[in-house]
């Protein structure tokens, strides 16, 4: 059975107001990217709603029709047709369905020059970001911030400062570590945690076992069954986040750095022997690699974290591959505080 967001769509948020962002994740092939597409597509043909499809890069824009309505057409809108036509600068596709004008496809990086042009976009309802989580943990530089600016020049007219423009967007669980959960202060979801209100938005942790099963049982799985990536398609965990973290590595610890968040101190210790990054409580405080997460955790002797850009893109890659491990809660929280992306 595919994915059905109507819940999602349908619930308030922290506050109990109706959210601007919804947030959709799961496993892979569950139907996520088909659901939101069907919407914006069923809601153009009723009532003429256009719409945008966020990318991330103008090189993104040379297929991106095919890529949002190919398979979507082919399944649920037999005898409509589809097509694009990319602009000369490469600042947006404009997209049609039955040769009627429907939406726009938009890359987050041309944030700049949508502000400038802000009008070309006007009475757009909606706009769909997929794979807000990138796979391989490359984001456009200020991604969310760029995003925040779109949606703020597109958020205009109507006669009104600001209107309501909801964001859909969804992913395949890859990471937390990703820049629009620590933009929205996500800082943990359990595995149980099925949907999560925050203020402004919901998110949505689905698992599909229909999905899960097929993955499972397909004979390309089961020949790659050790594979860390097979595991992640068939069983709903993080792609590049170990579900064995809070454990001590063997062996003897290399100390790292100190690191300071929100006003307490943590080490990083590094276990060459087995590959391992290792974060706890037990800091030497003569060691002079010293790294503030926050301006408000500034010492003497410390430096901002951008300070360390190789130390923390090193860190990072750790954290992404699985390869670090914590004392406790505590420390694993602070740590992905300090590898986020801002």
Same mark, same amino acid.
């Given at each position: 059975?595919?994915?059905?967001?109507?819940?999602?769509?349908?619930?308030?948020?922290?506050?109990?107001?109706?959210?601007?962002?919804?947030?959709?994740?799961?496993?892979?092939?569950?139907?996520?990217?088909?659901?939101?597409?069907?919407?914006?597509?069923?809601?153009?043909?009723?009532?003429?709603?256009?719409?945008?499809?966020?990318?991330?890069?103008?090189?993104?824009?040379?297929?991106?029709?095919?890529?949002?309505?190919?398979?979507?057409?082919?399944?649920?809108?037999?005898?409509?047709?589809?097509?694009?036509?990319?602009?000369?600068?490469?600042?947006?596709?404009?997209?049609?369905?039955?040769?009627?004008?429907?939406?726009?496809?938009?890359?987050?990086?041309?944030?700049?020059?949508?502000?400038?042009?802000?009008?070309?976009?006007?009475?757009?309802?909606?706009?769909?970001?997929?794979?807000?989580?990138?796979?391989?943990?490359?984001?456009?530089?200020?991604?969310?911030?760029?995003?925040?600016?779109?949606?703020?020049?597109?958020?205009?007219?109507?006669?009104?400062?600001?209107?309501?423009?909801?964001?859909?967007?969804?992913?395949?669980?890859?990471?937390?570590?990703?820049?629009?959960?620590?933009?929205?202060?996500?800082?943990?979801?359990?595995?149980?945690?099925?949907?999560?209100?925050?203020?402004?938005?919901?998110?949505?942790?689905? !698992?599909?076992? &229909?999905?899960?099963?097929?993955?499972?049982? =397909?004979?390309?799985?089961?020949?790659?069954?050790? /594979? #860390? *990536?097979?595991?992640?398609?068939?069983?709903?965990?993080?792609?590049?986040?170990?579900?064995?973290?809070?454990?001590?590595?063997?062996?003897?610890?290399?100390?790292?750095?100190?690191?300071?968040?929100?006003?307490?101190?943590?080490?990083?210790?590094?276990?060459?022997?087995?590959?391992?990054?290792?974060?706890?409580?037990?800091?030497?405080?003569?060691?002079?690699?010293?790294?503030?997460?926050?301006?408000?955790?500034?010492?003497?002797?410390?430096?901002?974290?951008?300070?360390?850009?190789?130390?923390?893109?090193?860190?990072?890659?750790? !954290?992404?591959? &699985?390869?670090?491990?914590?004392?406790?809660? =505590?420390?694993?929280?602070?740590?992905?505080?300090? /590898? #986020? *992306?801002?």
């Amino acid at each position: 059975m595919y994915y059905d967001g109507g819940k999602l769509l349908s619930m308030k948020d922290r506050c109990g107001q109706i959210p601007e962002i919804f947030l959709c994740e799961s496993n892979r092939n569950a139907g996520k990217t088909t659901f939101f597409t069907r919407l914006l597509i069923k809601r153009f043909l009723k009532n003429g709603c256009k719409f945008v499809k966020l990318v991330r890069y103008r090189t993104n824009l040379a297929d991106s029709p095919d890529k949002l309505f190919g398979d979507v057409m082919t399944n649920f809108f037999r005898g409509h047709s589809y097509d694009g036509e990319t602009a000369a600068d490469k600042l947006y596709t404009k997209l049609y369905i039955d040769n009627k004008h429907c939406g726009f496809v938009i890359p987050i990086n041309a944030a700049r020059a949508v502000k400038e042009c802000w009008q070309i976009f006007s009475g757009t309802t909606a706009m769909f970001l997929d794979e807000y989580q990138s796979e391989d943990g490359i984001y456009v530089p200020n991604e969310v911030q760029k995003l925040f600016s779109i949606h703020t020049s597109l958020a205009r007219g109507e006669k009104k400062q600001v209107r309501y423009l909801p964001l859909y967007a969804c992913s395949n669980s890859i990471t937390m570590l990703n820049p629009y959960y620590h933009a929205l202060g996500i800082q943990n979801l359990p595995s149980e945690t099925k949907f999560y209100r925050g203020d402004g938005f919901v998110l949505e942790h689905n !698992f599909n076992e &229909g999905a899960a099963s097929a993955n499972a049982s =397909s004979g390309f799985s089961r020949a790659f069954k050790n /594979l #860390s *990536y097979a595991n992640h398609v068939k069983e709903n965990i993080y792609l590049n986040d170990s579900v064995t973290f809070i454990e001590k590595p063997r062996g003897n610890g290399r100390y790292v750095c100190t690191f300071l968040c929100g006003g307490n101190n943590y080490a990083i210790y590094m276990y060459d022997e087995n590959g391992y990054a290792y974060t706890c409580h037990n800091v030497d405080y003569s060691f002079p690699r010293r790294v503030s997460v926050y301006t408000s955790d500034m010492r003497p002797n410390y430096v901002m974290m951008h300070s360390e850009k190789n130390l923390i893109q090193l860190l990072r890659y750790f !954290f992404q591959v &699985g390869c670090f491990r914590f004392k406790d809660i =505590s420390c694993k929280n602070a740590t992905m505080e300090l /590898l #986020s *992306y801002r």
